[in-house]
Nanobody, 120 residues
Framework: QLQLVESGGGLVQPGGSLRLSCAVS????????IGWFRQAPGKEREGVSC?????GKTTFVDGRFTSSRDDASDTVYLQMNSLKPEDTAVYYC????????????????WGQGTQVTVSS
């Protein structure tokens, strides 16, 4: 069974940066496209970035959020820059076999999420 565990969330001031990690276990991360999503209270889950396996092609909704991956260590990263209070949410990584998508229903495996709070 594939498992994903996010880490790196926390409290950051507006304009700051954070890098989230998604540790993949059970199978090699090299087999999977990894998407990053977030969900704020009262809002639907939305995709923010995605990185495909093989090609490493990345897709993002906002250029402030970029994905990278290190399949040697089965870890995928989300670099978040110039953070704003409206970026406050629980951030999730998820895995699928195939090309990038921001449709959460296409993903078969999810992490438990990590809280990101942007506040002064």
């Amino acid at each position: 069974q594939l498992q994903l565990v996010e880490s790196g969330g926390g409290l950051v001031q507006p304009g700051g940066s954070l890098r989230l990690s998604c540790a993949v276990s059970g199978f090699s991360s090299a087999f999977y496209t990894i998407g990053w999503f977030r969900q704020a209270p009262g809002k639907e889950r939305e995709g923010v970035s995605c990185i495909e396996n093989g090609s490493g092609k990345t897709t993002f909704v906002d250029g402030r959020f970029t994905s990278s991956r290190d399949d040697a260590s089965d870890t995928v990263y989300l670099q978040m820059n110039s953070l704003k209070p409206e970026d406050t949410a629980v951030y999730y990584c998820a895995a699928l076999v195939g090309i990038c998508s921001f449709d959460p229903f296409r993903y078969d495996f999810w992490g438990q999420g990590t809280q990101v709070t942007v506040s002064s």
